[in-house]
């Protein structure tokens, strides 16, 4: 469970930096996010007497929600505004 | 009182003619009848007063007169006035001649543009040759000594238009330079010597100095120059340029003769060596004086190399001791002298005039003239006169002082006055020759090429002084005996004027040479030998050698100026502005390459840390985590 | 007032300059006007000045303020004072000074571009002169020295012919260097001595006076006497003298140092070479009367041969030089280096008569090089032509510049009458008694140095021979039209000067009567002082 988590948290890692698309970032980050999910619980099943690592779990998941609602709205209104939704675009504030 | 009337005529025969000076200086130059007559005027008052002096104060007690000059530390420089027997006739001599002179002028050089500037520096002349006369210090007597050169170098060059003048007065003026050089050095070692210029202290001290003989020779160096002796003589007859009444007063009868009177004055400070080359120098100046005047076709260049001869004769006779004997024939010769050449004058003016609109030719050549006796009686009276006086015939001034020197150097009776009396009998035989020669080229047998000219005796006022002086040469200026130089002058007991055979056997001698210049000169024999000509060529030598090395010497200097220091200069400068680049250059290359270098150092540094953070959000994550990577790594281990 | 003269007389013409800032720069008769009052005021200065001036060695006049006091702890005490004063040396340069002034102003009239700059600067050059020769505190003296230094650069360089700026860059250079060498003795003199008047206290100060007395000097500092750093085979004392003595024989100039006077008189407008030669080469000999030789007495001695060698050595060289020259300004500048040379000789001879030559010489050659270069700016005034050989028969033409030509040129080759006689005698007769005397220099070079008399007439001469005997005659481009007589303005400068030359020739005294307590003095301390501490050297 641990090696799968692993290779979420990668996959996620490697998506955000090679995709371009702020969504696409988005779903990276929460891949990423997941394989920190399996983590708590794995780790939580091997040595834990109480459940902290699934509460834990649960709240990184609504977290994960309210960031996704969050970050797709501005992602959203990034692409009204812009036309686009690839940040490296987005070069206002760049000197 | 009467010193205060002596001191009054001193200064009035002193300072006369500078007053004519110092006027004509101020007058405007086409006010020629007042300059005329002020100069005459004033030149009247220095003659009256110098011969009331010579009159009343011979052989009388004469204070001499104080004033002083000026001083240095503890030393003072004097302007003493003396005077002497011998001054007073100098002063008298001077004063007359230069009178006579002056009128003379006034026809002479009637109708020149300069006339003013004639007039002021003949009577600045006769001022600066009064005060050699007087001065009674060493400098001053170098002052007016020099000054005398200086007006005689303006009146040489009077004619300024006459490119010639303007290099005969150059020459009398570099030659006199010469020798006053050396009476500089001369001056330089009596003052070493003695401490003081005052004449009176240092004729008074009778210890022989080592530099003495030196001394006394380079004060002779003076006399060389300004009485054209061997070597320097060269200038006089070139100094013939000037006009003739100039060549009467100054080239004859006066400045010349300031070095003879010089050598009298010092006679004391002339050591036993100095004088052996004083008499050898006289000696040979007197025999080329001599040759050279028998072999010239200029008249004027005749009298004046006769006049070096005859100085010649005099500055022998001092340096064999024979003093009042010598003055007594520059006294004599003064006055025939001046008179031959106002004679000479007398001729050239009148065929000057006559040969206007006429053919051109030399005025002064003897070879164009002849016949002139009956044209210009006054004339031929007048140069016969002078002429015999100067050839030594009895009844004349010039025969006495001769014979004064001839039985002086007689009774010396050593080798070397034996080698003198030869000297001066074969010099009286080539006097005789080349006066009486002069006579009857110019006044005898038929007119050559002035024939055809209507010529007229010159007026009145140029005939009366040469009259005058003509009178002057006869024999009572000496003594009443015609055949006894002991007179008014000469009064020595050590002139022994009894040896009458010597005197019969000079007449004879003197006979004998005018009928061979008679045999020999009667018929035109205008040859003459180039060598004796130019008078042994001393002067074209000396003129080559001197020119040339001054010439090389100042193109040298010259060149060394330009090549060596200035290039070296040049040289430093540049080496300096290379130096300047170089360090320029260090500058650029190094320096600033250091600086730009560090710059650029942090330039790149900056480019680095920023390509960091291109905005790129991937690549910021990418190196975080990279970070985070390399941190794990180091915690782990 | 009297207490304050020296100052004014510096001040006058310095004011004069700032006034001058503030006249625009139409008005052109305004500084002419300018320029001449202020050196009037100056005359009526000096006419005080000599008045009340008594002959006697000490000094007169004296104003001694203090300028710069520095404690620099235990460095010691920095002393410069403003400290002026007159003895019978400098009177002599002084009224020098003012007098030839007033030539130079009359002659600069005829100087139409940039007026205004130009009498500034000659009025700036001016005080620079009077206060250089007055000052007695060296820091105060190398202060003026300096300061006469610039605006003879820009007058040469900007108002000058057409080689000006070579030849101001030359001058420029040349003097620089000279002042660089001063300058260096100048510090370590101040390094070695002390003000006694403070005596316990270490107070450095820059007042010649007290630097010729050798018990201020601090022992064991360089230039301390007792204790001599040898440097090479010579004590530091000695190559101190030997910089002084070359610093201001280029001033002089001495050959051969010499070769930026020639460039600068011919480049030079006339006033500026009336400036230069008459006053600005008389601070090199003044300089080495009063700096080089009474300050390090011994080594004057022990070069004394040098310096009278060096002297003969210019003395001919000029006077050969002058012969080659074809330039009328050029001979003219030749002769004055020759002419200079007997202000070494005489200056070397250590006796009373050639100090006193040596002086007068100066005083002379002030008076007649600047009615030299009159006539010379006479001619080139009229065609712009100064070539020797372009000229002849003009003594028909121009009667009266004959004569004035006549008067400079006689007077500068030494004809008795006028004052170069005196000077040059009385240098003959020190340089040749020196060896019997003091045994300074040979006599030799006495005889020699007459080779110059014989010289000086042959140049001269010739040109005379050249330029003005002979038909009127006239090369290049100049026109016998262009010959006019001389105007009333140059009338007024060249005569005042034949004049001067001619009284002090025949009236020396007055002169001498200032120099003579001067020369006694300064002879027997550097002689006495000299031969005291040779064992030293």
């Known amino acids: 469970m641990l090696y799968l988590a692993a290779f979420l948290f990668s996959i996620g890692i490697i998506i955000v930096m090679v995709k371009r698309n702020a ?63 690839v940040p490296d675009e987005i070069a206002d504030l760049k000197g | 009182m009467e010193k205060k009337l002596f001191d009054a005529l001193v200064f009035l025969t002193l300072l006369a003619p500078l007053v004519s000076f110092f006027t004509l200086c101020c007058l405007p130059r086409n006010y020629i009848k007042i300059i005329l007559s002020a100069s005459i005027f004033l030149m009247l008052i220095s003659t009256l007063s110098a011969l009331v002096l010579l009159f009343n104060f011979w052989n009388g007690a004469i204070i001499p007169i104080h004033l002083n000059w000026f001083s240095i530390g503890t030393n003072s420089f004097t302007a003493d006035l003396a005077l002497s027997n011998r001054s007073l006739v100098m002063l008298a001599l001077v004063a007359f001649i230069s009178l006579l002179v002056h009128v003379f002028s006034i026809g002479y050089m009637g109708g020149d543009r300069d006339l003013k500037r004639y007039f002021a520096m003949l009577g600045f002349f006769t001022f600066c040759m009064q005060g050699i006369v007087l001065s009674d210090n060493l400098l001053l007597l170098f002052m007016f000594w020099e000054l005398v050169g200086f007006s005689s170098y303006l009146l040489i060059g009077h004619r300024t238009i006459r490119p010639e003048a303007g290099r005969a007065a150059k020459k009398a003026f570099l030659l006199n330079r010469i020798g006053d050089a050396g009476f500089m050095v001369g001056l330089m070692m009596i003052w070493a010597i003695y401490e003081t210029f005052s004449l009176t202290q240092i004729l008074s001290t009778s210890t022989v100095h080592p530099w003495q003989t030196a001394a006394s020779l380079c004060i002779f160096c003076g006399v060389i120059g300004k009485s054209a002796q061997f070597p320097l003589f060269t200038w006089l007859p070139d100094a013939m340029e000037g006009p003739t009444p100039v060549s009467a007063l100054i080239h004859a009868a006066t400045m010349v003769a300031a070095g003879v009177y010089l050598l009298v004055r010092l006679f004391h400070i002339f050591t036993e060596d100095a004088l052996l080359v004083v008499a050898v120098t006289g000696m040979i100046t007197t025999l080329i004086g001599a040759m050279a005047a028998l072999s010239q076709h200029d008249i004027k260049k005749i009298l004046a190399y006769s006049t070096i001869s005859q100085l010649g004769l005099m500055v022998l006779a001092i340096g064999m001791g024979i003093l009042d004997a010598a003055l007594l024939h520059l006294f004599t010769h003064a006055f025939f002298k001046a008179c031959l050449f106002l004679s000479a004058g007398l001729v050239t003016h009148s065929l000057h005039k006559a040969q206007k609109g006429q053919q051109h030719f030399d005025v002064q050549d003897i070879r164009n003239m002849g016949g002139l006796r009956k044209k210009m009686p006054t004339a031929f009276i007048a140069f016969l006169l002078s002429g015999a006086s100067l050839a030594g015939i009895p009844f004349f001034s010039g025969f006495l002082s001769k014979e004064a020197i001839l039985i002086a150097l007689y009774m010396h009776n050593n080798i070397l006055s034996w080698l003198m009396l030869v000297v001066i009998v074969s010099v009286s035989f080539l006097t005789v020759l080349y006066t009486f020669r002069m006579i009857w080229f110019i006044f005898f047998g038929e007119g050559r090429v002035i024939k055809p000219l209507k010529i007229e005796e010159p007026s009145w006022i140029m005939r009366l002084p040469v009259l005058i002086l003509a009178f002057c040469s006869l024999w009572f200026l000496v003594s009443r005996n015609p055949f006894d130089f002991k007179g008014w002058m000469l009064t020595n007991e050590n002139h022994h004027s009894d040896l009458l055979w010597i005197t019969f056997i000079s007449i004879l001698w003197i006979v004998a040479a005018v009928l061979v210049s008679w045999y020999a000169f009667r018929k035109n024999p205008f040859k003459t030998h180039h060598i004796l000509r130019k008078s042994f060529y001393i002067d074209e030598g000396l003129t080559a050698f001197f020119g040339t090395v001054t010439r090389i010497s100042s193109r040298t200097t010259a060149f060394i100026d330009r090549s060596w220091i200035d290039k070296t200069i040049h040289g430093l400068v540049y080496a300096q502005v290379v130096v300047a680049h170089f360090t320029g250059w260090i500058d650029h290359v190094f320096v600033d390459g250091t600086v730009n270098g560090v710059a650029r150092l942090a330039g790149l540094g900056g480019k680095i840390t920023r390509s960091f953070q291109g905005g790129n959000i991937q690549l910021y994550i990418f190196w975080a985590l990279f970070a985070i990577i390399i941190f794990i790594i180091w915690t782990l281990n | 007032m009297q207490e304050y003269l020296l100052s004014l007389l510096i001040f006058t013409p310095l004011l004069a300059a700032v006034i001058a800032l503030f006249i625009p720069s139409t008005f052109i008769q305004a500084f002419r006007f300018l320029a001449m009052m202020a050196t009037l005021i100056q005359v009526v200065f000096i006419w005080q000045l000599v008045t009340a001036y008594e002959p006697s060695a000490s000094l007169q006049f004296v104003e001694q303020k203090s300028w710069i006091t520095l404690d620099l702890g235990a460095w010691g005490t920095l002393q410069a004072q403003y400290f002026l004063g007159i003895d019978g040396l400098n009177i002599t340069f002084v009224c020098l000074t003012v007098a030839i002034m007033i030539i130079a102003t009359i002659s600069s009239w005829r100087i139409t571009k940039n007026v205004k700059g130009y009498f500034i600067l000659v009025l700036i050059l001016n005080a620079a002169i009077v206060g250089t020769f007055s000052a007695l505190d060296f820091l105060l003296f190398y202060l003026f020295f300096e300061f006469m230094l610039l605006p003879m650069f820009f007058l040469i360089g900007i108002w000058g012919g057409p080689r000006r700026e070579y030849a101001s860059i030359k001058f420029f250079l040349y003097t620089l260097l000279g002042s660089i060498l001063i300058l260096i003795v100048l510090i370590g003199l101040y390094i070695s001595v002390l003000d006694p008047e403070h005596s316990p206290k270490v107070v450095h100060t820059f007042n010649m006076l007290h630097m010729t007395h050798p018990e201020n000097f601090i022992s064991g500092s360089i230039f301390d006497p007792e204790n001599p750093w040898m440097i090479g085979t010579i004590n530091a004392r000695a190559w101190a003298f030997l910089l002084l003595f070359i610093g201001f024989a280029i001033k002089l100039p001495m050959v051969p140092l010499h070769t930026w006077l020639p460039d600068a008189h011919v480049e030079a407008p006339t006033p500026v070479s009336v400036i230069l030669a008459a006053l600005l080469l008389k601070i090199g000999g003044y300089g080495l009367m009063r700096i080089a030789f009474p300050i390090f007495p011994e080594a004057a001695l022990t070069f004394s041969w040098l310096v009278g060698l060096l002297g003969v050595v210019s003395i001919i060289y000029g006077a050969l030089n002058a012969m080659a020259s074809k330039d009328l300004k050029r001979l003219i500048a030749y002769s004055s280096v020759s002419h200079m040379g007997f202000v070494l000789l005489g200056l070397a001879s250590l006796t009373t008569e050639g100090v006193t030559g040596a002086i007068y010489q100066m005083f002379s050659h002030g008076i007649i090089a600047a009615l030299l270069f009159l006539i010379a700016g006479v001619l080139s005034d009229r065609t712009h032509d100064r070539m020797i050989d372009h000229y002849s028969g003009l003594a028909t033409r121009m009667p009266s510049y004959f004569a004035i030509v006549l008067i400079g040129f006689f007077a500068s080759m030494g004809l008795p009458g006028f004052s170069g006689f005196i000077a040059e005698i009385l240098v003959f007769l020190g340089a040749f008694k020196s060896n019997t005397t003091n045994g300074l220099i040979h006599e030799s070079l006495a005889v020699i140095s007459t080779l110059g008399l014989i010289l000086g007439a042959g140049y001269y001469l010739w040109a005379i021979q050249r330029m003005f005997f002979g038909p009127l005659h006239l090369k290049g481009e100049a026109t016998i039209e262009q010959l006019v007589p001389l105007s009333y303005r140059e009338y007024l400068m060249l005569i005042p000067l034949c004049f001067a030359a001619f009284f002090f020739g025949i009236y020396p005294q007055m002169i001498l009567n200032w120099i003579n307590p001067f020369t006694e003095g300064f002879v027997n301390i550097v002689v006495e002082t000299g031969k005291r501490l040779t064992p030293n050297l």
């Open chain 1, 23 to 85: 969504i696409m970032v988005l779903l990276g980050i929460e891949l990423m996010l997941n394989a920190s999910n399996l983590n708590f619980v794995a780790f939580n099943q091997q040595h834990g007497q109480q459940s902290d690592g699934h509460i834990f779990a649960l709240f990184v998941i609504i977290v994960a929600v309210c960031e996704a609602a969050v970050g797709l709205a501005i992602v959203l209104r990034v692409y009204k505004y812009y036309n686009t939704s």
